[in-house]
């Protein structure tokens, strides 16, 4: 098994060393794509330093702070024409906790086709949050269950392992949408592919370097792109059941 972190990137050098580290000690041989949007911090810069010190770093620098769903979409297409068999996605803010990737692994080597790292099943959690995005986020997910059928609790975790054909199958390349939607829509055309998810707990610790990239505006995003994906479906199952 061939397995590759993915990370998109943004002004994060203040967390990039430990957190590299913290990769390489969970597993002392996968490697790392960093998609840097040319962070003025020079995150670029350093990750080709400890690349040189650690192996097993790729560094993808682009124009322009592009967000995160074309940062994915960048970095997916890469590594899924380079041939790698299982590719991890994560956030590059310390929210991750690395030692989970062997457990994500693990499972992925038993048949799983996705992984999740979910702070809403048992076991996890995000003890740092505030109560209101607790809450936001706890509602944004039950909505977007509700509303798109949706058997994972964690449809916006950044935290997934998945293997390269079911990566392949849900075309991410095609994809239009950006920050938490981005995430959802993949869940989501994970399920129109009938791929089984599976989700194992992490605690989602808040970041303590740089700002979070959390806006109003990615919100109210995601929620418009969940519901006009629901009226979507909810057409295609008319559709069907005239035919």
Known sequence: MRPIVVLPTYNERD???????????????????????????????????????????????RADKSGLGSAYRAGFSKVLADGYDVIVSMDGDLSHDPSVIPVMLERISGGASVVIGSRYVDGGGTPDWPYRRRFLSKWGNAYTRAVLRLEPHDCTSGF?????????A??????SAEGYAFLTELVWR?????????????????????????SLRIIVESML????WAVDDLLARRSRTAD
Do not use: C, W
Request: aromatic share 2%; charged share 30%.
């Open 190 to 214: 994970l399920k129109r592919e009938d791929i089984v998810v599976e989700e194992t707990p992490i605690i989602f610790r808040q970041r303590v370097h740089g700002r979070s990239k959390m």
């Open 225 to 228: 792109r969940v519901t006009r």
């Open 15 to 61: 967390n990039l060393d430990a957190l590299l580290r913290a990769i390489r000690a969970a597993h002392d041989t996968i490697e790392v794509l960093i998609v840097d949007d040319s962070s003025p911090d020079g995150t670029a810069d350093l990750a080709r330093s400890l690349g040189d010190e650690l192996g097993g770093v790729i560094v993808m620098v």
């Open 170 to 175: 849900i075309e991410p390349h095609n994809t």
């Open 160 to 168: 997934r392992a998945y293997t390269a054909p079911a990566l392949a």
